[in-house]
């Protein structure tokens, strides 16, 4: 009879990742933190990489690979750079105009900046030199 009540317990604990368990006022499980240690001046990014973060259930900077901010806005990338393992980004049809911030990060494969009107052309070649990475670059620049 233990044994049933201890792998009732176990299953319960396992299925419950997301929630605090307790017994008999005692914590037996916590889940793990959401990441926040990250500042971001632009509210639009900031939203994205929330929403990222929230749904790829990331504990640690370092686990945000992909980032897909299409259509959001945006036009500071200021902060980014604390996501230094992003692989893939996607920042079709936005407002952009500084993309250095891009620029530090080397993990990169794949990036969108189509439908960004207003990039600099010699930073758009600058980040081909630096980076690897697709680079999918707006029809034109300035």
Request: glycine fraction near 2%; include cysteine; proline fraction near 5%.
């Amino acid at each position: 009879m233990k044994i049933l009540l201890w792998l009732i317990t176990l299953l319960t604990v396992v299925s419950c990742d997301r929630y605090q368990v307790t017994f008999n006022e005692r914590q037996i499980y916590t889940p793990p933190s959401l990441f926040t240690n990250y500042q971001i001046a632009d509210p639009n990014l900031r939203n994205c990489v929330a929403q990222a973060i929230s749904d790829q259930r990331i504990e640690h900077g370092e686990d945000l690979l992909q980032l897909n901010c299409s259509y959001a806005g945006i036009t500071n990338l200021s902060g980014l750079k604390r996501f230094s393992k992003l692989e893939t980004i996607n920042l079709f049809n936005n407002q952009l105009t500084d993309i250095k911030p891009l620029m530090f990060l080397g993990s990169l494969k794949r990036l969108d900046l189509r439908e960004n009107p207003a990039l600099p052309c010699k930073d758009l070649l600058s980040l081909e030199e630096l980076l690897t990475a697709d680079l999918l670059r707006p029809k034109t620049c300035i």
